[in-house]
Structures are given as C-alpha cells and as structure tokens.
C-alpha cells in the first residue's frame, strides 16, 4: 500500500476519512455503515483502502489511514505503537465479541458426537483427507494473513492433519458450501460471528482450555483460540483533530446481530455495501442517531 492509494488520509482541513477495510464480510460491513453514515449524515467524503491486519497497523501509525474498525488482537502492534509511540490511540469495543475455532459441519457430527473433542481427531483423518491435503487429514483455513495459530496446534497437539490456505474468506466459503452440498465431512477453522452458520451449520471442535498467557508463544501455543472483545483503533492525530468523523467512530458500537444482519445483505443477498448500509441505516436509526450525538 502506497501513499497514493490514501490521498485523504490526514488531511489537514479537509472533511474527508480514511477507513481500513479487511477482507473478511464482519469488517467490510463495519465499514460500509460507518461511511455511510459520515458521507450522509455528517457530509465526509470517504475513502476505504483494503489491506491485510499488520500492514494496516503501520499505515494506521503513519497516517495513511485514519481508523481501522475491527481488529481481533495484535499484542506487538499494540505494544508498539499504542504503549511506546503513542501515533495510535484505543477508540473502544465495536460491541461484538469474536471467536475463532476449529469447526465440523453439525451433519458429521450427528453420526460421529466424538469428533467435537481435539483428542479423537486423528481417528477421523482419514475421513478429513483431501487432495490438497498430502495424505493427512485437512485442516482448512482462510488467507495467511489472518490471526492464526494452527500450524502450531497441529504440531504441538500431535495430529495428523495438514494446514491448507482457501486464500480468503471468499474462497473458504466457496469451498465449506461445496463440502455442505455435497455431504461431505470437513475440519476448518472459522469464527464468530459470520452470517454462515446459518447457510452451513457447524459445530467447534474442543480443543484445550484457553489460559491466559497460553498463547504467549507462538510456536509453542496447544490451547484454544481465545474469546476476543472486538476493538477500534485510530490514528492519534485524527483522534485530536477528527472533529465529528472521529468522535461518530469512537461512538460506533454495535451488536453482533447487527453485524451479521449487514454481513447477510453483501455476502448471500449479494448487495453492494453501500446498499447494504443503506438498507440497515434506514431501519435502525435508534441505535445509530446516538452515535452522532443527536
């Protein structure tokens, strides 16, 4: 991502914002409401950059973009640019909590209840085992750029199983739905909240308990994914000097059925965002006249 991609970004006088947009639907569906709102309630002109979770951290620093809407946990970003340089400042929860898991379409699980426990996985491998998977069990996740220790998991937990990127969440969604219609069993990582549970009903895997601090190292991690408060950050000269556009962000929180409400629009309805907003503003002024003040 280059400067040029964000000309309004930090523009000093002008009534313009630069939001982070991430690849998955729960954050463009943020993102999408957010904008409309600030174009046509508070008349910003918007401008979105999509870029992956750590690159957006660095352009968020250096102002290049202004906010980023929902992040799902970055301890060294944070450290580095909240705690010790301070370009970045905390702009509250979004309002949702997200999860992510190892999951198993519920139709398996049906005909197998064991498989939702880590420790009777590799009993099912050879049942997971794909193409792509190399003679062991596949374990699908998303693009590589997303919050993921499964590599790890897999080694540390001593199953029989073989990572594979889809790329996006697009592309695993396209393949979970094929898996679904075809009947087939199928281990992939997922997370909460995402509009399809309710297309393809999955179950999570248990894996061990989540402590605190289990996670601290990377290559060692063998416990689950944690439950994570969903949080904005922005920029912290756009903080001081946003003026309605950063005080409407800091105010933007809402519930996970929100989310999914407009995720569902873009994602399976196939609106554009912009209708999508459209739509969920029009039917749910309470909840968004507050984040304006009025």
Same mark, same amino acid.
């Given at each position: 991502?280059?400067?040029?991609?964000?000309?309004?970004?930090?523009?000093?006088?002008?009534?313009?914002?630069?939001?982070?947009?991430?690849?998955?639907?729960?954050?463009?569906?943020?993102?999408?409401?957010?904008?409309?709102?600030?174009?046509?309630?508070?008349?910003?002109?918007?401008?979105?950059?999509?870029?992956?979770?750590?690159?957006?951290?660095?352009?968020?620093?250096?102002?290049?973009?202004?906010?980023?809407?929902?992040?799902?946990?970055?301890?060294?970003? #944070?450290?580095?640019? /909240?705690? %010790?340089? *301070?370009?970045?400042?905390?702009?509250? $929860?979004?309002?949702? !909590?997200?999860?992510? =898991?190892?999951?198993?379409?519920?139709?398996?699980?049906? #005909?197998?209840?064991? /498989?939702? %426990?880590? *420790?009777?996985?590799?009993?099912?491998? $050879?049942?997971?085992? !794909?193409?792509?998977? =190399?003679?062991?069990?596949?374990?699908?996740?998303?693009?590589?750029?997303?919050?993921?220790? %499964?590599?790890?998991?897999?080694?540390?937990?001593?199953?029989?199983?073989?990572?594979?990127?889809? =790329?996006?969440?697009?592309?695993?969604?396209?393949?979970?739905?094929?898996?679904?219609?075809?009947?087939?069993?199928?281990?992939?990582?997922?997370?909460?909240?995402?509009?399809?549970?309710?297309?393809?009903?999955?179950?999570?895997?248990?894996?061990?308990?989540?402590?605190?601090?289990?996670?601290?190292?990377?290559?060692?991690?063998?416990?689950?994914?944690?439950?994570?408060?969903?949080?904005?950050?922005?920029?912290?000269?756009?903080?001081?000097?946003?003026?309605?556009?950063?005080?409407?962000?800091?105010?933007?929180?809402w519930t996970t059925e929100d989310q999914n409400e407009v995720s569902l629009l873009i994602a399976d309805r196939k609106l554009s965002p912009q209708e999508a907003a459209e739509k969920w503003v029009g039917e749910h002024e309470e909840?968004?006249?507050?984040?304006?003040?009025?």
């Open positions: 991502m280059t400067k040029e991609a964000s000309p309004f970004a930090n523009a000093r006088g002008a009534k313009t914002v630069t939001l982070s947009v991430q690849s998955w639907v729960g954050a463009q569906a943020n993102v999408a409401v957010a904008q409309y709102l600030l174009e046509h309630e508070l008349g910003y002109r918007v401008d979105t950059v999509q870029v992956d979770e750590v690159p957006a951290w660095d352009a968020l620093s250096q102002g290049r973009v202004d906010a980023i809407l929902e992040d799902w946990g970055h301890p060294d970003q #944070e450290q580095r640019y /909240v705690k %010790d340089k *301070k370009t970045i400042v905390g702009a509250g $929860d979004l309002g949702v !909590t997200g999860h992510i =898991g190892w999951f198993v379409p519920t139709y398996f699980v049906k #005909e197998h209840p064991d /498989v939702t %426990d880590w *420790k009777n996985l590799n009993k099912y491998a $050879d049942r997971f085992r !794909t193409p792509e998977s =190399g003679g062991k069990g596949q374990l699908l996740d998303g693009s590589p750029s997303y919050v993921t220790n %499964d590599k790890a998991l897999v080694k540390n937990l001593d199953l029989d199983y073989q990572v594979v990127f889809s =790329g996006s969440e697009a592309a695993q969604i396209t393949q979970i739905k094929q898996f679904a219609k075809e009947h087939k069993p199928f281990l992939t990582y997922w997370y909460t909240p995402q509009w399809l549970f309710e297309k393809v009903p999955m179950t999570e895997v248990k894996l061990p308990a989540y402590k605190e601090g289990c996670d601290a190292d990377p290559d060692a991690v063998a416990c689950a994914y944690p439950e994570t408060p969903l949080q904005k950050y922005l920029n912290a000269d756009f903080a001081k000097a946003g003026g309605e556009a950063a005080a409407l962000l800091k105010n933007f929180r909840t968004w006249r507050g984040w304006l003040g009025t």
